[in-house]
């Protein structure tokens, strides 16, 4: 059975990525949550040891519900690039390295697809993005969704708004990347808008 979220609680979001928060809190505050980041609360980061987008984000929503003793959402979202076979996939925010820089990401992606190109002779710079939210309480129960958006990758990269590896996506049907999108249209469309209308569906209102 379903467990909902009733208006007025407290919600933390197990991310320390600024933008996620910010997405997220975005996405959440029709409902009447109130939410917190696991940054404010001091919370630590858990090592993300799964192999799949869910199995990290049951991780953090799991640890962050402990710690907090409140409901924790966690979301383990990127980028997966068909001719790379799927990566960076879990571990785009890794490519991104310690100091999270997105712009060396985005060029590393570029730079693997040039040497899949050179190797199959035809570019293919199709992708996805994906993304798994996990939502905690601290006796352990958990309900989990799933989103994504299929693309295709630009370069140079274009736009200021988003996050990561937004400014080299454009999604199917549109002609600006994540990057240039208002960010009332990319939580129309976007891989974690996806997965969040499930979970409102299932669990909030």
Same mark, same amino acid.
């Given at each position: 059975?379903?467990?909902?979220?009733?208006?007025?609680?407290? +919600?933390?979001? =197990?991310?320390?990525?600024?933008?996620?928060? #910010? $997405?997220?809190? *975005?996405?959440?505050?029709?409902?009447?949550?109130?939410?917190?980041?696991?940054?404010?609360?001091?919370?630590?980061?858990?090592? $993300?040891?799964?192999?799949?987008?869910?199995?990290?984000?049951?991780?953090?929503?799991? @640890?962050?519900?402990?710690?907090? %003793?409140?409901? @924790?959402? =966690? *979301?383990?979202?990127? +980028?997966?690039?068909?001719?790379?076979? %799927?990566?960076?996939?879990?571990?785009?925010?890794?490519?991104?390295?310690? %100091?999270?820089?997105?712009?060396?990401?985005? /060029?590393?992606?570029?730079? &693997? +697809?040039?040497?899949?190109?050179?190797?199959?002779? &035809?570019?293919?710079?199709? =992708?996805?993005?994906?993304?798994?939210?996990?939502?905690?309480? !601290?006796?352990?129960?958990?309900? $989990?969704?799933?989103? /994504?958006? #299929?693309?295709?990758?630009?370069?140079? !990269?274009?736009?200021?708004?988003?996050?990561?590896?937004?400014?080299?996506?454009?999604?199917?049907?549109?002609?600006?990347?994540? %990057?240039?999108?208002?960010?009332?249209?990319?939580? $129309?469309?976007?891989?974690?808008?996806?997965?969040?209308?499930?979970?409102?569906?299932?669990?909030?209102?």
């Amino acid at each position: 059975m379903r467990r909902r979220l009733a208006p007025g609680t407290r +919600l933390v979001v =197990a991310s320390h990525n600024a933008g996620k928060v #910010r $997405e997220i809190a *975005d996405l959440v505050r029709p409902h009447a949550i109130d939410v917190v980041s696991a940054a404010e609360l001091g919370l630590a980061e858990p090592e $993300e040891t799964g192999s799949t987008f869910a199995e990290n984000a049951a991780l953090k929503a799991h @640890a962050a519900a402990k710690a907090a %003793g409140l409901p @924790a959402l =966690a *979301d383990d979202s990127g +980028l997966a690039v068909d001719a790379l076979d %799927g990566a960076p996939g879990i571990y785009s925010a890794r490519w991104a390295g310690n %100091g999270r820089d997105f712009t060396a990401a985005m /060029q590393r992606v570029e730079d &693997e +697809l040039a040497r899949a190109a050179r190797e199959t002779g &035809e570019p293919d710079r199709r =992708a996805r993005f994906v993304c798994a939210l996990a939502l905690a309480w !601290p006796d352990g129960h958990i309900e $989990e969704f799933f989103g /994504q958006v #299929r693309g295709t990758l630009v370069w140079p !990269p274009r736009g200021t708004r988003g996050f990561g590896y937004d400014p080299m996506f454009v999604a199917d049907g549109c002609t600006m990347t994540f %990057g240039e999108l208002e960010p009332a249209r990319k939580h $129309e469309i976007s891989h974690r808008a996806r997965a969040f209308r499930k979970l409102a569906e299932a669990c909030l209102g």
